[in-house]
């Protein structure tokens, strides 16, 4: 596709249960970032692949979140035991290697009830 | 790290009016990006803008990386507008993030 693409667009959750989010990014990039949105806030980095190299973890805000990129393309926020306090909207963004522009996908609204 | 400080952090205009928001970083970067963010939540490029000047349309965006800031300015501003504005920039060295700022909420009244 032409640019990044995240599924569901929304979901909503029990409380306790796993949710898996996906996100395809631009073809050709290698770049690929996760950011969670709670209602009326900023963007908080949670994770970002490049390439092959092991990926940078350190906004992960704890052990239940969990991402994974296969092949270097589509990659997968895993939350388990979800909480109230995840509900927020999740956006994927990707760019080229050595190319800083970023392009984010439409997010994925999460609510956990 | 490398902080991004956005002002006004609320603007309402009335159609017609011009504007221009600001955003602040706090170390030297070669790269700085702005997004609005319509009602629903998707983040739309509008400039990436290292340094100088670009405009299309109604906005034109400027950065002095020398003096670590960048203006967005919107003029003619229309009820479309409305959103939030953020700025970013990509972090170098070691792991490449973008750092936003907290936005700025423009208001546009018919």
């Known amino acids: 596709g032409a640019g990044v693409s995240q599924s569901p667009s929304n979901k909503v959750t029990e409380k306790g249960k796993d949710v898996e989010l996906r996100c395809d990014p631009i073809s050709g990039h290698t770049a690929l970032y996760w950011y969670r949105q709670s209602l009326g806030q900023g963007l908080e980095f949670l994770i970002y692949f490049q390439g092959n190299s092991a990926p940078d973890k350190s906004g992960l805000p704890s052990d239940r979140f969990s991402a994974e990129r296969t092949g270097g393309s589509v990659s997968t926020l895993t939350i388990q035991r979800t909480q109230q306090e995840d509900s927020a909207v999740y956006l994927c963004a990707s760019r080229r290697y050595m190319v800083t522009e970023a392009f984010f996908g439409q997010g994925t609204r999460l609510t956990v009830v | 790290g490398i902080q991004v400080e956005q002002s006004p952090p609320d603007l309402i205009l009335q159609e017609g009016a011009n504007s221009t928001l600001r955003c602040n970083f706090s170390?030297?970067?070669?790269?700085l990006q702005w997004f609005h963010q319509n009602p629903w939540g998707q983040l739309i490029n509008l400039f990436y803008?290292?340094?100088g000047t670009k405009q299309n349309g109604r906005l034109s965006a400027t950065t002095v990386a020398t003096e670590r800031y960048s203006l967005l300015y919107i003029s003619s501003s229309q009820t479309t507008d409305s959103g939030v504005y953020f700025c970013a920039v990509l972090t170098q060295g070691g792991s490449e993030k973008l750092v936003f700022g907290k936005g700025t909420k423009l208001t546009v009244n018919p």
């Open positions: 170390d030297s970067v070669n790269n």
């Open positions: 803008i290292p340094s």
